[in-house]
């Protein structure tokens, strides 16, 4: 029985105007409040004396032996006096407690506890309703899945949420299956991928804990075998991976799961399997290096790879400029910031400067020394950056910037051909200032060469930078004139 106690503390005499004689008579009921606890949750209701005799003679009719039948109080001729009314009160209460404690004919005294009606309204935390209601928009108006899985992924991590294993379990197993549905493209991928991911979710070791307990069979739902493929999306390929390693680490017999997760598929396997190995690989369908391109124009060419937990980010620009100007944009901090879209600020100190970048709403701090080579045709320099209040989190950046042909002058304001190529890696918490732009949420780097390249051709290279009514800039703003003047 779901029902644990009951107490009748109160009770409460309700008018009721007689239907035949409504203008001369009026007759007093008198309700019982009980408060019944649960499991769950604790609510009140209200019951006449009648229906304490009517729930009597139910369970007679069943159990007729029962010995709890000879504490019910009898009937009164003077029902409404104050004695009567509080000897009731108490054997009622005493009875029903019999019935509990006895788990007297549980179903029909559930019936008149309403128990089942209000264990279905058990209260869940905000979050929790959240995802509740999620859960029954997504499968009740199936034609509008995308509309629900944006409005989703933008709600719940828009702050720190928490869910229950339960809560949590239910989510996923929604999820799972529709990462093979074509209609939802990679939202649930990107869904799951989020909730299991430390910077994404306060409580992800939770979600891990249950989704790594999920059977094989529900897991090779996610057709995790074209996401390794590339063939849904191809942004999506990397975090089919992380999972599966996470599936991998914590089976038994690891790599036996994941190939039955991939159901023996050679070519995702062979991926899966040289994933990370210097040797040349297939990663996905349309590359067949470890290197990952971002933008391929011929003026411009922008690409990344990941290797042994660094983030590598190269490319080149070829323009018309001349050394001078293009060496400006980068070491000029008015001029860094019009082309730099993730970077807020930009101070010379003694050793270099001091970098400020905002990414994913969170503010990342760099002290940077800077080095600066120069040749007849060539000029190197070189950031070499250690996030503050966290000296393994490191990037450095080293921009060459050469000319090629068209001008055999020494002067480096001369105008001609110029090639610049650039070397970015980034360490530990670093790399969160590219990570987004890397996964495919976000085009900050890509808008950000594409605007040094207009910039370096004194082009008008507005189009795709910042805006002037910037909250986070702001904030920053705010912050620095708070702790650093």
Request: aromatic share 10%; with cysteine.
């Amino acid at each position: 029985m779901e029902a644990v106690d009951v107490l009748i503390n109160s009770t409460s005499t309700k008018n009721q105007t007689s239907f035949l004689h409504r203008t001369y008579t009026v007759s007093f009921t008198k309700l019982y409040h009980i408060k019944v606890y649960t499991k769950n949750n604790t609510y009140i209701i209200e019951k006449r004396f009648c229906q304490f005799h009517d729930l009597w003679h139910k369970i007679k009719a069943v159990s007729p032996l029962c010995p709890v039948l000879s504490n019910f109080p009898k009937k009164s001729c003077f029902p409404m006096s104050r004695n009567v009314i509080c000897l009731r009160k108490k054997a009622l209460e005493g009875w029903l407690k019999d019935l509990i404690s006895y788990n007297i004919e549980p179903g029909l005294v559930s019936e008149f506890l309403n128990v089942n009606k209000f264990i279905e309204k058990e209260e869940f935390t905000p979050d929790e309703q959240l995802v509740l209601t999620f859960i029954e928009k997504i499968t009740t108006e199936s034609r509008k899945k995308i509309a629900f899985l944006d409005k989703f992924e933008k709600e719940f991590f828009l702050r720190r949420r928490a869910m229950n294993p339960e809560i949590t379990a239910s989510l996923l197993t929604l999820l799972i299956p529709m990462c093979a549905d074509p209609s939802c493209m990679s939202k649930p991928m990107d869904i799951i991928s989020k909730l299991l991911n430390r910077d994404f979710y306060r409580y992800f070791d939770c979600v891990q804990k249950v989704f790594v307990s999920l059977p094989i069979k529900i897991l090779k739902q996610m057709n995790f075998k074209d996401y390794i493929k590339q063939k849904i999306n191809p942004d999506s390929q990397r975090r089919a991976y992380e999972i599966l390693e996470l599936i991998r680490v914590n089976s038994e017999d690891g790599q036996v799961a994941i190939t039955e997760i991939l159901e023996n598929d050679q070519d995702s396997l062979r991926i899966y399997n040289n994933w990370g190995s210097c040797e040349e690989k297939k990663v996905s369908s349309a590359y067949s290096s470890d290197v990952i391109p971002l933008i391929k124009r011929k003026d411009l060419h922008l690409e990344y790879k990941i290797s042994e937990k660094v983030i590598i980010v190269g490319g080149f620009m070829e323009v018309t400029s001349s050394i001078c100007k293009i060496c400006d944009l980068f070491i000029d901090s008015n001029l860094r910031r019009k082309w730099d879209l993730a970077m807020e600020d930009m101070k010379e100190t003694d050793a270099g400067y001091k970098m400020t970048y905002v990414a994913d709403k969170n503010i990342y701090n760099f002290e940077c020394d800077t080095d600066i080579e120069e040749d007849n045709n060539w000029t190197r320099i070189t950031f070499k950056g250690t996030l503050i209040d966290c000296p393994n989190s490191k990037f450095s950046s080293t921009f060459l910037i050469e000319k090629i042909q068209g001008n055999d002058s020494d002067e480096f304001e001369e105008v001609g051909k110029i090639r610049c190529s650039w070397n970015l890696e980034y360490r530990g918490k670093a790399s969160k200032v590219v990570m987004l732009d890397i996964v495919g949420e976000d085009n900050k780097l890509q808008n950000s060469f594409i605007l040094l390249l207009e910039a370096a051709q004194e082009n008008d290279f507005f189009i795709c930078g910042r805006t002037k009514n910037n909250s986070i800039h702001e904030a920053v703003q705010r912050k620095n004139k708070k702790w650093y003047k």
